[in-house]
């Protein structure tokens, strides 16, 4: 053996040059085997032998056969996204795709394999709050991956499970910190990662100080103020990519923080650790979308019951604000059918014995028997018989959010004569799976609860009525994801169902319609709802409190502009950072490198 | 230059094992799932004797003493196996036939002058080692890069032949099953020269990527040097604050001292002593910490880098003895009408070996500049065009 001694300590392009030694390791047993009188077997042999040692197991998605078609449906650019991350990029990317080519999938893909090749005895999914147990549903029904969420009841903490998605704020929080950092992660999956785009958060100084072996960031836009952005989240992926921070000022940026210089060797470094997707390159082709909101006056009977349970869930949020899930829960029901409501306020009324405001409870019952005539459903019959001469088999899908107006609505149908099939999270997932090819073999009606929301695809049908509307902007849009995704050839019709002057008419007309939530591209709303939730708000509680603490009507009415205002200064930036980060990159070949 | 592996698909991996299991002299009985092998108790071999079954691709991993063994490209077993063929006759000898294919050059492949026919003339023979080096490089920032290159060197010349170093490549892919081989007669005093020389050119054939690999080690050393700077700045700017306060607090004490009672004063001289001994020792820190940092933090510099540094291991793991011959060779070239034969130095294995210059211009011809007229001698694209 012998050592070759290279000293370098010029200054090349700014930075010292390190050290190189290069060692020839001995040639002695070749020589050996050159004097020895025979070899043993086939020079050929041990030629192919080393050759087959030097290459690299054949590197394929193997696991992409265990994937169910049903459940998804993988593009070519998620599947390269994925190869690359894992095969071309030792397992350390930035995944940043332009908004709604599916990054959530590739890093289902990458999951996947890795599960597969046993490479993830522990994964930790950090995402913003509200995105969270989404995640946790795409992985569980599109991957067959199952994860704990810090929001469900089993979690305990971040050192008790192996296979864990958390809010990046629960993460960094004074109570799991410690655990959270005391343990060497094989998987970090960063969702929204230019969050942590700032080096004096606790949530850079997190993921700086986070343990692991494996880590895939994703977020479509990179660059959120400046240029720096990118160094910074580059740099907790592959420390030094870009040398120093001044360096990287200095070579790529131009001195008014807007352009990029060099852009062909920022590109080629860029290249090692980032896969940018754009939505001109890949063939998704969304049909289009029409959007018809129907608003009905309630009947004299209705109108009083809703006033009735709005009064009752002011009075008692402002002496119990303890109350709140079931007083939230009441003010929804109301306006999905007064049987909804009649349930859950009798399981008050004879499940708990002291019970303050029961008198009150007692006379909404009465009103509730009171009413005859119930107009959402009345009018839902409008648009299924529309539906029976228009469309192929009749076929729609009813959405509500709970399970008693479920059934009285497939008791209507079906005593009208339509072929109904009913969908809710009591059946097993083989009953689910024979209702959905029902509806598809006999057509009619699926009346559905938010069940269906977690991966099942019903593109064979194209329209979709939303009988009530789910306080959650990413619940509607995970219903209408059902039917208007890749795979739908026709064009698709969403009825929206809401009552004059009631909460659903607010949040319908004031709030989605604002942010044109059902024209969203998929992806595009979550990126605005963690804006959102940047500003410490949640979209539920926000709505619920608006309405119990507004002094009149007008105060209302102003305070759902006030948060539409909010919400739409939020998609504004959303779209203004899509096209800035687009600008930057444009041009920019992030494809296949070369090597 | 090629990347001398072979990426290991299942199929490789089938097509190999057999081979090598037939040749020690095995049998094997195929199902659609699984292989059943038979391994003679003469076998010279370190897979036990006796019957084995190979289950095909992925599953649960190899027992340890059972029987069943898996057959896919991570499994032991195979790895077993390779380590075994790689060992057993890293040297040899391989023929290049000159019956094989004329290789037409790029400057007739790229005009739209046809060879109607080509003939090899060999006139002597020649023998080139050919090395396959392992070349590992390692340094703290980057995974370890590990690369197999194949680097060719005449016996007699010691000239490079990076051709016959690709044709080499071809012959032993791991679809042959079949090559003139034999053992090598080059004795160990004649081969260490070439040895020596295909050292040497197997790093400079690595150059590029071992400049980038060097670059983006050094690149990472200084984003570290430079962390590093920023925290001792922010410790100085601490200490320098604390001295400050030292400083402030010692004044007030001196004050006192002027102004103070006898008792208070005594209080105030012992204090001051104190704090002034703390003073001197955050000055001798701080003045430290400075000329650290105006010198560049040196010794830290110095310890990063070395860190950084990158460790190239070059290891030749096999050497074979390949014969090829050299001579002549003649295309008969048409163009049109035209016809015309051009005699060309060859070497099987390694092509034509000579280059042909336009008869006009006196350009050599090339892939970029084919020869295009073939009626008053060689002439190429461009001249051609011109007229």
Redesign the interface.
Same mark, same amino acid.
């Given at each position: 053996m012998y050592i070759t001694h290279t000293c370098l300590y010029e200054r090349?392009?700014g930075?010292? @040059?390190?050290? &190189?030694?290069?060692?020839?390791?001995s #040639?002695d047993?070749?020589?050996d085997?050159?004097?020895e009188d025979?070899?043993?077997?086939?020079? @050929?042999?041990? &030629?192919?032998?080393?050759?087959?040692? #030097?290459?690299?197991?054949?590197s394929e998605l193997?696991s992409l056969k265990e994937l169910d078609e049903n459940s998804v449906k993988l593009l070519e650019h998620q599947v390269d996204a994925a190869y690359r991350a894992l095969f071309e990029m030792?397992g350390k990317a930035l995944l940043a795709d332009e908004v709604g080519l599916g990054k959530t999938i590739e890093v289902g893909m990458i999951l996947k394999e890795m599960h597969f090749r046993q490479t993830d005895e522990s994964v930790l999914i950090l995402t913003p709050a509200q995105l969270a147990k989404q995640w946790q549903a795409e992985l569980r029904e599109k991957f067959g991956l199952d994860f704990v969420c810090n929001y469900d009841d089993e979690f305990e903490d971040f050192d008790a499970h192996d296979y864990i998605i958390a809010s990046i704020d629960t993460a960094k929080s004074e109570r799991h910190r410690e655990t959270v950092l005391k343990r060497n992660w094989d998987v970090l999956v960063l969702d929204e990662a230019h969050y942590v785009k700032n080096e004096e958060t606790d949530r850079y100084d997190l993921i700086d100080q986070l343990s692991y072996n494996y880590a895939f960031f994703l977020t479509a836009t990179p660059i959120q103020n400046e240029l720096t952005d990118l160094y910074n989240v580059v740099?907790l992926l592959r420390?030094?990519?870009?040398?120093?921070?001044?360096?990287f000022h200095h070579y790529f940026v131009n001195s008014n923080q807007e352009t990029l210089v060099n852009r062909d060797e920022l590109q080629d470094r860029l290249n090692k650790v980032m896969v940018r997707n754009r939505r001109e390159d890949t063939d998704i082709d969304f049909t289009d979308r029409t959007i018809d909101t129907r608003t009905f006056d309630p009947t004299p009977k209705e109108r009083e019951l809703y006033q009735a349970v709005s009064n009752y869930v002011k009075g008692a949020y402002s002496q119990d604000q303890g109350q709140k899930l079931v007083l939230m829960l009441l003010q929804k029901e109301v306006v999905s059918s007064p049987v909804a409501l009649k349930q859950t306020i009798e399981k008050r009324l004879y499940e708990q014995s002291e019970l303050t405001h029961a008198d009150e409870l007692e006379s909404i019952l009465d009103l509730i028997d009171e009413i005859d005539t119930v107009t959402k459903q009345e009018r839902l019959l409008d648009i299924v018989e529309e539906a029976r001469d228009t469309v192929e088999m009749g076929r729609v899908i009813v959405f509500t959010q709970f399970r008693a107006t479920q059934q009285q609505i497939l008791d209507r149908l079906a005593s009208e004569g339509y072929t109904v099939h009913a969908f809710h999270g009591g059946h097993s997932s083989s009953e689910k799976e024979q209702i959905v090819e029902d509806f598809e073999e006999e057509g009619g009606i699926l009346v559905s609860t938010d069940a269906m929301s977690e991966g099942r695809n019903l593109q064979f049908c194209n329209i979709l009525v939303n009988l009530d509307l789910p306080w959650n902007p990413m619940r509607v849009e995970q219903r209408i994801g059902r039917v208007h995704r890749i795979g739908q050839k026709r064009d698709v019709f969403i009825f929206n169902m809401a009552l004059n002057d009631t909460v659903e008419e607010y949040v319908l007309e004031r709030l989605y319609h604002k942010i044109d939530l059902f024209q969203q591209s998929v992806g595009e709303l979550s990126s605005i709802l963690s804006r959102l939730e940047e500003s410490g708000t949640s979209f539920e509680d926000e709505i619920f409190e608006r309405l119990v603490n507004a002094g009149s009507e007008v105060d209302l009415e102003n305070d759902f502009d006030a948060m539409a205002v909010d919400l739409q200064e939020q998609r504004d930036l959303a779209n203004k950072l899509e096209e800035f980060n687009s600008g930057v990159f444009e041009g920019f070949d992030l494809g296949e490198s070369d090597d | 230059m090629t990347d001398a592996a072979v990426p290991v698909t299942q199929s490789a991996v089938e097509q190999f094992t057999e081979r090598y299991l037939r040749s020690l002299g095995c049998s094997i009985e195929h199902s659609d799932d699984y292989w059943v092998v038979s391994v003679p108790d003469t076998t010279d071999t370190e897979i036990p004797h006796g019957k084995h079954t190979l289950v095909r691709g992925e599953g649960a991993p190899d027992g340890d003493d059972d029987s069943t063994k898996r057959l896919h490209p991570e499994s032991a077993f195979f790895q077993r196996l390779l380590r075994e063929a790689a060992e057993r006759s890293p040297t040899g000898k391989l023929s290049i036939e000159s019956e094989s294919d004329i290789e037409t050059p790029k400057w007739i492949q790229r005009s739209d002058v046809e060879v109607q026919n080509a003939q090899f003339v060999p006139y002597y023979d020649r023998t080139a080692a050919v090395v396959l080096f392992r070349v590992g490089i390692e340094t703290v920032s980057e995974y370890q890069k590990e690369f197999l290159r194949a680097v060719a060197v005449d016996s007699r010349s010691e000239e490079h032949l990076p051709r016959l170093a690709e044709s080499f490549l071809e012959l032993t892919s791991v679809e042959s099953s079949e090559a003139p081989s034999g053992s090598a007669e080059l004795t160990q005093t004649e081969a260490r020269p070439l040895l020596d020389t295909a050292r040497e050119l197997v790093i400079n054939e690595i150059q590029d990527r071992l400049d980038e690999i060097h670059r983006e080690a050094s690149r990472a050393a200084d984003s570290e040097v430079e962390e590093y700077r920023q925290l001792q700045e922010h410790r100085i700017t601490e200490l320098q604050e604390e001295h400050s306060n030292l400083s402030a607090k010692i004044n007030d004490l001196s004050e006192q001292i002027n102004t103070g009672d006898e008792d208070s004063r005594v209080q105030a001289l012992r204090e001051r002593k104190e704090l002034k001994s703390e003073y001197e020792e955050l000055n001798e820190t701080l003045n430290e910490l400075r000329e650290r940092r105006d010198g560049g933090f040196p010794e830290r510099q110095r310890e990063i880098r070395e860190r950084h540094s990158l460790d190239v291991q070059v290891t030749p793991l096999t050497l074979t003895e390949v014969e090829y011959e050299r001579g002549e060779v003649d295309f008969e070239l048409t163009n049109g009408s035209r016809g015309q034969t051009v005699t060309l130095g060859y070497g099987s294995g390694i092509g034509v070996t000579e280059t042909v210059r336009c008869a006009s211009c006196d350009q050599e011809l090339s892939e970029q500049d084919p020869v295009q007229k073939i009626s008053n001698g060689l002439e190429c694209q461009r001249c051609a065009k011109e007229r």
């Open positions: 090349m392009s930075y010292d @040059l390190v050290d &190189i030694e290069v060692t020839h390791e #040639a047993d070749l020589f085997s050159l004097s025979s070899n043993r077997g086939d020079h @050929l042999q041990s &030629i192919q032998a080393v050759r087959l040692q #030097a290459g690299q197991p054949d193997r030792d740099s420390p030094g990519l870009f040398g120093t921070r001044d360096v | -």
